[in-house]
DNA sequence: TACATTATATATCAAATTGATATGTTGTCA
DNA sequence: TGACAACATATCAATTTGATATATAATGTA
């Protein structure tokens, strides 16, 4: 068996705002918390389909639109199940760094190549960046509330990391210039 | 169809220095590629069959040893699909940090709770760190070797981003320390 | 010497996940 | 009216994980 799956924990603690369909979960998943965790329609639909039969949560039907809808609302035991997990300190942190590895293997082909790399890789933070400053901007008046303190410290850790991030594209860019370092000494 | 195989590039990255058995392979893996890369045997001995099949690496007998030892040899054609790869500077960087999903979502748990996961994390991090540390000592005075120079640019990343995950601990620690805010105020 | 434990080594499998695709509806702008 | 983007559910092959099975060789220890 593979780990549990844990697309479930992130669908209880969304539903345990407020009720949702599959779509809107989705778009939840692709906001905020993309920082640090991605979630498919091809994980999404099935995980609600199987905790739905767990009792975890339950379909609502919608009344009002003509469009199907199919909203889910966590139960008790979903919640039971979301707190025991969120009470366990243990956690798997996984990353799959591209760049990484391509820097890592970079040694046979040319610096520029490498650079390259570098280079694409600080754009794409640097972007995200300004979005989490946005976040925060919009987080930091409200602390006292428990749950923006929350995403507060997951925007906080994104935008601590990725000015980290950038701190170490400068000193790779700079290690990387030097391209006809051998010819010339 | 998902996307192409990464593990593919992993071993052809490590192949192109030297032959390796499968377990071989994922002993390179566990060690510093784990910073930003795991896999592991259900990966790898698929992929290396495949591999074989489409003719990027070919099987080397094993004459000395008595037990069963299946050696990979990178052809031509397999260096030149790392190649290819190492040129693409398109890359996709997935994280999944449950730490920050359990903090996310911990705003219905009491603050000592999440707390507890920041602790962990933090533990965590803090013995990674100095191993990555003694990797960096034990590189720093080759960077003219290639090599070496791509081995050290990805162990400063991880410590240069370690270091930052610690100093965001300190902050949200201080935030969460405060467990008796409301009712003392 | 005998025994237990750890490291080596290949391989397979169910479960989880991705990324793509299929299918159709509703809202909006020109 | 027509085009296009957003909404919405669903499925599938390919990939990957984490666990397990199986067996041999090396090492420590009683």
Tied chains: 1, 2.
């Excluded at 999404?44 to 739905?52: D, F, G, H, K, V």
């Excluded at 995403?151 to 210039?177: D, M, N, R």
Aim: hydrophobic letters at 40%; charged letters at 30%.
């Amino acid at each position: 068996m593979a780990k549990d799956r844990k697309i479930d924990m992130v669908i209880l603690g969304l539903l345990a705002h407020e009720d949702l369909t599959g779509y809107d979960i989705k778009k939840r998943i692709d906001g905020a918390i993309s920082l640090f965790w991605k979630g498919s329609f091809g994980s999404i639909y099935p995980a609600l389909s199987s905790m739905e039969k767990e009792g975890l949560v339950e379909k609502k039907a919608d009344a009002t639109g003509k469009r199907e809808r199919i909203f889910y609302h966590v139960t008790d035991k979903g919640i039971d199940c979301l707190k025991a997990w969120l009470e366990d300190e243990k956690a798997t942190n996984d990353l799959k760094y591209e760049t990484l590895l391509k820097l890592h293997f970079g040694g046979s082909v040319d610096r520029a190549t490498s650079l390259k790399s570098v280079v694409a890789f600080e754009e794409e933070i640097t972007e995200k960046l300004s979005l989490l400053q946005l976040y925060k901007k919009n987080l930091e008046p409200d602390l006292d509330n428990e749950d923006h303190l929350h995403y507060y410290l997951t925007v906080s850790f994104g935008i601590t990391t990725y000015e980290a991030y950038l701190k170490w594209c400068e000193e790779a860019k700079k290690l990387l210039a030097h391209m006809d370092k051998i010819s010339i000494i």
